[in-house]
Each structure stands twice: as C-alpha cells, then as structure tokens.
C-alpha cells in the first residue's frame, strides 16, 4: 500500500467509532469514513506532523455536517429514534470505557447534547485528544474548547447511570428477562424494573412499535404482558454483546426481528430499548470492530 493508504487502514477502526460515537447510524458513519477517505487523498502527507490526529480532525467536521443533516432527518423520523446497534466482539466489552461510551444508554445520552457539545466530549473523555488537537478539530479556540468540555461534562454526569454497572449484572438482568419471556414468569422481571423505568421501540414507521416512549413499571409491564403472549415457538431469544454490553437478538422463525439493550441503574433496570426498525439491523449480522 501507498503511504496515505496504509496511514487510513491503521486508523480506519478509530475512525468509524469517532463517527460513529457522533451520529449513532453506522451508514452515515461509513458516509463520513469515504468522505475522510477522500480529504485525506488529497492531503500533502510531508506537511502532517500526527496523522491520527489530523484523520480525527477530518472526520469530526465531516461528522459535524452529518449531525445537523441527521438532526433535521430525526424531527420527522415516525416514533423514538434509537441509535443503530452493533454487534461486538468481546474485546470491545474488556475496554471499559470504550464499552460505556458506545453502549446505547451513554449514546443516548450523547443525543441530548448541542453537536459541538458531543464532538467535544467524545475526543477528549474517549479519545483523549488534548484541547490544542480539538480546537483543530472543531474551529474553535482553545478557552472554547476547555469551556465546552465543561459543560459537556456537566451535562452527562447529569444523566448518565449514577451507578458503575458490571457486565455481569446487565447479563443477569437480561436472563432474567430472557426466562419471563421464555418461561412467561413476568413477576420475575417486573421484580427488577424500577419504578420510573422507561420503554423506548424503535419501529422506524416500517414495523409495529410504540409511537411515544412507555414510563413506569406498571405500563411497561402491561406492554411486556403483550409482547409475552406475542412470542411464538418458533421465536427465540439469543444472548449477545451489543454496542459492548450483553444484549439480546430477537428471532421470529430464524430471521432477525428485533435487539433488545437495557440501562441500569442501583441495580434495577430503568432503560428498556427495543430496535425493530430493519433498516437499523444490518451490522447485527457479524461484529464491528471498534477501536480508540
């Protein structure tokens, strides 16, 4: 390979996840990775001190453009929008941060912030660019970027999970809500939701879904009930890591119907996300790799 070419094969994994972690669609994801491809031909590479950093800085403005473009597409999106989920390898869940940062609770999370907001948290807390390198990045200056960081960081405290999750305690949640399904002991499962827990399903207007996000156990439970006597026998429920947590693939006669991911918080679930919407499961198939 050519210089610039094996310069973006080495960085190209660091990339998606950057792009990823902005937009939470890994088609506008692989947009901005051709995008990146492109800009980065046409680069003078005598003249590039870090090339990772300069890659990262192609990326984040070319992500930045898609944000807004993808934020007017959400306003008329049918139902929650959810991020697309992805099917990991192990080794993404041993990286702890890397897991949390791509989990869907944290990139839901992610939404709530303005998109320099996001860029901004997203270098410097995952990707521990500095804020010289960011401010590259994004245009800004550096007591902009350091005040951004800040608030950024604010903001997420705020509403991330207060509580250090293990990966076995998502999985035992999960297989207890395997086993309700399973076995059709909703009791059960409702022991470990919390009272405040939300429901989110993402039909993207092409498969039945919850048109407004489902609040308090009881009215979850009311909608699990429904999902329960739905649930045939040739439908199965398979463990596996999404977005660097235990998930689950929901099957109806062996194809892929659904994935199923959760939030939790002192120990009870409070975050239910259901993505049915067909046109997100493509990456559920085989693992992505992801790289920081």
């Known amino acids: 390979m050519d210089p610039a070419t094996e310069a973006f094969v080495a960085h190209r994994n660091l990339l998606f996840t950057v792009a990823y972690e902005m937009l939470g669609s890994v088609a506008d994801a692989e947009d901005v990775l051709q995008e990146t491809w492109l800009r980065w031909g046409t680069v003078d590479l005598a003249t590039v001190r870090n090339q990772r950093a300069f890659l990262v800085r192609i990326t984040t403005r070319l992500a930045l453009d898609r944000l807004r473009v993808l934020g007017?597409?959400?306003?008329?999106?049918?139902?929650?929008?959810?991020?697309?989920?992805?099917?990991?390898?192990?080794?993404?869940?041993?990286?702890?941060?890397?897991?949390?940062?791509?989990?869907?609770?944290?990139?839901?999370?992610?939404?709530?912030?303005?998109?320099?907001?996001?860029?901004?948290?997203?270098?410097?807390?995952?990707?521990?660019?500095?804020?010289?390198?960011?401010?590259?990045?994004?245009g800004k200056s550096h007591a902009a970027v350091r005040q951004i960081a800040y608030r950024a960081r604010a903001h997420v405290a705020a509403r991330r999970p207060r509580d250090v999750i293990s990966q076995a305690d998502t999985r035992a949640a999960l297989e207890a809500f395997q086993r309700a399904v399973e076995t059709g002991d909703l009791q059960s499962l409702v022991d470990i939701l919390a009272p405040d827990v939300v429901a989110l399903t993402d039909g993207g207007g092409v498969k039945q879904a919850a048109l407004r996000p489902i609040v308090g156990v009881s009215k979850v439970a009311q909608g699990l009930a429904i999902g329960l006597k739905n649930f045939?026998?040739?439908?199965?429920?398979?463990?596996?890591?999404?977005?660097?947590?235990?998930?689950?693939?929901?099957?109806?006669?062996?194809?892929i119907d659904a994935v199923i991911a959760i939030r939790m918080d002192g120990g009870l679930i409070t975050g239910l996300y259901g993505v049915r919407n067909p046109a997100k499961l493509s990456r559920i198939k085989q693992e992505t790799v992801l790289a920081r």
């Not at 929650?80 to 869940?93: G, H, I, N, Q, S």
């Not at 045939?232 to 194809?255: F, W």
């Open 72 to 138: 007017r597409r959400k306003e008329s999106y049918v139902g929650p929008w959810l991020p697309e989920p992805l099917l990991t390898a192990p080794d993404v869940a041993e990286d702890v941060e890397l897991a949390d940062s791509v989990s869907m609770a944290m990139l839901l999370v992610l939404e709530t912030l303005a998109p320099t907001e996001r860029a901004v948290f997203v270098l410097h807390e995952v990707f521990d660019l500095n804020y010289v390198e960011i401010a590259g990045a994004i």
């Open 232 to 255: 045939g026998l040739n439908d199965s429920l398979e463990p596996v890591q999404i977005n660097g947590c235990p998930g689950l693939i929901v099957r109806r006669d062996g194809e």
